[in-house]
């Protein structure tokens, strides 16, 4: 009974762990950024369909990182570092907002296909495509549910644009929510969010590690 206990939690784990990587496969290859939707499409291809065996958000998370350092390398650094410089000067022109940077270009796992993600804080909803219409920015509108804590959720508006080559995924907020960020779909902590400070020290962190890479081994 013991034994048959144990194989059967060895089965789950194993199929868990493949999951979890086809998962990051697909999210690596596929372009595809929602980790439930990355999570359903790979149980579809494995065959797997029980629920004990679904991987949790965190352990994709994982499995995408140990991918892109194995497979993707520096086309992945360059995306991302190329993302976050975008993001900061992003960042500069949207100033009156308070801008934060949060999703795959902060965490480090943002690749070709990413947006740059960016939370704008207003209390007036109609500022931010004002501005970005005073620009001449066309943007797309759109919306979005958040989770602002265990209790309460919310629907907010984004805005969608395309510059540099890049999109740039733009959500507004009200004001209040600087001091304490929506949960994330990851784990229902709040979001990891970075001021412009912030982003540019991870830019600086990038570029000394970038260059510690390039140069020649000493005998």
Same mark, same amino acid.
């Given at each position: 009974?013991?034994?048959?206990?144990?194989?059967?939690?060895?089965?789950?784990?194993?199929?868990?762990?493949?999951?979890?990587?086809? =998962?990051?496969?697909?999210?690596?290859?596929?372009?595809?950024?929602?980790?439930?939707?990355?999570?359903?499409?790979?149980?579809?291809?494995?065959?797997?369909? *029980?629920?004990?065996?679904?991987?949790?958000?965190?352990?994709?998370?994982?499995?995408?990182?140990?991918?892109?350092?194995?497979?993707?390398?520096?086309?992945?650094?360059?995306?991302?570092?190329?993302?976050?410089?975008?993001? =900061?000067?992003?960042?500069?022109?949207?100033?009156?907002?308070?801008?934060?940077?949060?999703?795959?270009?902060?965490?480090?796992?943002? *690749?070709?296909?990413?947006?740059?993600?960016?939370?704008?804080?207003? *209390?007036?909803? *109609?500022?931010?495509?004002?501005?970005?219409?005073?620009?001449?920015?066309?943007?797309?509108?759109?919306?979005?549910?958040?989770?602002?804590?265990?209790?309460?959720?919310?629907?907010?508006?984004?805005?969608?644009?395309?510059?540099?080559?890049?999109?740039?995924?733009?959500?507004?907020?009200?004001?209040?929510?600087?001091?304490?960020?929506?949960?994330?779909?990851?784990?229902?902590?709040?979001?990891?969010?970075?001021?412009?400070?912030?982003?540019?020290?991870?830019?600086?962190?990038?570029?000394?590690?970038?260059?510690?890479?390039?140069?020649?081994?000493?005998?």
């Amino acid at each position: 009974m013991h034994r048959a206990r144990q194989h059967a939690e060895t089965r789950t784990r194993e199929r868990r762990h493949r999951l979890a990587h086809e =998962a990051a496969r697909l999210m690596a290859e596929g372009g595809i950024r929602d980790y439930h939707q990355a999570k359903l499409k790979a149980a579809d291809r494995l065959g797997i369909h *029980d629920d004990a065996s679904l991987p949790r958000n965190r352990e994709i998370e994982a499995a995408l990182r140990e991918y892109q350092r194995l497979f993707q390398g520096q086309d992945q650094g360059e995306a991302l570092h190329e993302r976050r410089l975008a993001a =900061a000067r992003a960042m500069e022109f949207f100033a009156p907002f308070q801008p934060r940077l949060v999703g795959p270009v902060l965490d480090g796992t943002a *690749d070709s296909h990413s947006p740059v993600a960016l939370h704008l804080h207003a *209390d007036d909803a *109609d500022a931010v495509p004002r501005f970005l219409d005073e620009h001449g920015i066309p943007a797309e509108a759109r919306g979005r549910r958040l989770r602002l804590d265990r209790t309460r959720h919310g629907d907010f508006p984004v805005w969608v644009f395309a510059a540099e080559g890049l999109t740039f995924d733009l959500v507004v907020l009200p004001v209040q929510t600087l001091r304490q960020a929506p949960l994330s779909g990851l784990d229902e902590r709040p979001m990891a969010r970075a001021s412009l400070g912030r982003l540019r020290q991870l830019i600086a962190e990038d570029e000394i590690a970038d260059y510690e890479r390039s140069r020649p081994a000493t005998a």
